[in-house]
């Protein structure tokens, strides 16, 4: 499935870099193009947190459309 900038998402599977984030949601900032195929999604951590440590990213077949 290929993802679009602000598609909202919902995380559906993660990695251990990512677990306890599966069932929340988050809008697309990056489609993967340019980190290699990782959809990165902002709005899964705090504002602040994303700020400092920067978005989380998944593998497309981890997120699904909201």
Same mark, same amino acid.
């Given at each position: 499935?290929?993802?679009?900038?602000? @598609?909202? !998402?919902? !995380? !559906?599977?993660? =990695?251990?870099e990512n677990a306890g #984030? *599966? +069932?929340?949601? +988050?809008?697309?900032?990056?489609? =993967?193009?340019?980190? =290699?195929?990782? *959809?990165? *999604?902002?709005?899964? @951590?705090?504002? *602040? #947190?994303?700020?400092?440590?920067?978005?989380?990213?998944? #593998?497309? @077949?981890?997120?699904?459309?909201?």
């Amino acid at each position: 499935m290929r993802f679009k900038k602000g @598609d909202p !998402v919902i !995380v !559906v599977a993660a =990695g251990p870099e990512n677990a306890g #984030t *599966v +069932g929340k949601a +988050g809008v697309v900032v990056d489609d =993967g193009a340019l980190s =290699g195929g990782d *959809v990165a *999604v902002k709005g899964i @951590d705090h504002p *602040v #947190t994303e700020a400092i440590k920067g978005y989380r990213s998944y #593998t497309p @077949d981890q997120l699904r459309k909201a």
